[in-house]
Nanobody, 123 residues
Framework: QVQLVESGGGSVQDGGSLRLSCTAS????????MAWFRQTPGNEREFVAALSRNGDTVRYADSVKGRFTISRDNGKKTVVLEMASLNTEDTAVYYC????????????????WGQGTQVTVSS
């Protein structure tokens, strides 16, 4: 059974930082593109960042470019999202996702999802 388990969400002040982590089990982690999405009430899941299988190619949404950093450790089956200079528009539930195909930005093409972790940024 595949499981993606996120951790590290919480509340932070405008301008602050948070580190999200996602640990996978039950899948050949190194064979999957890993990504982070986020979702706010009433909206579809929004692409945040993706990282290739060996970590040499990254893709970021324009809204987080220069502020967020995605990384992975295939030995530990973990993908991390470092978030800095957070603002209130970053408030959302953040999801870790795995995709066997490629660096896609549309949520419907992802095969596996975590349960989500809440990030709240207050002004």
């Amino acid at each position: 059974q595949v499981q993606l388990v996120e951790s590290g969400g919480g509340s932070v002040q405008d301008g602050g930082s948070l580190r999200l982590s996602c640990t996978a089990s039950g899948l050949a982690f190194g064979n999957y593109v890993m990504a982070w999405f986020r979702q706010t009430p009433g909206n579809e899941r929004e692409f945040v960042a993706a990282l290739s299988r060996n970590g040499d190619t990254v893709r970021y949404a324009d809204s987080v470019k220069g502020r967020f950093t995605i990384s992975r450790d295939n030995g530990k089956k973990t993908v991390v999202l470092e978030m800095a200079s957070l603002n209130t528009e970053d408030t959302a539930v953040y999801y870790c996702a795995a995709n066997y195909l490629s660096m896609l930005t549309v949520h419907k093409y992802y095969d596996y999802w975590g349960q989500g972790t809440q990030v709240t940024v207050s002004s």
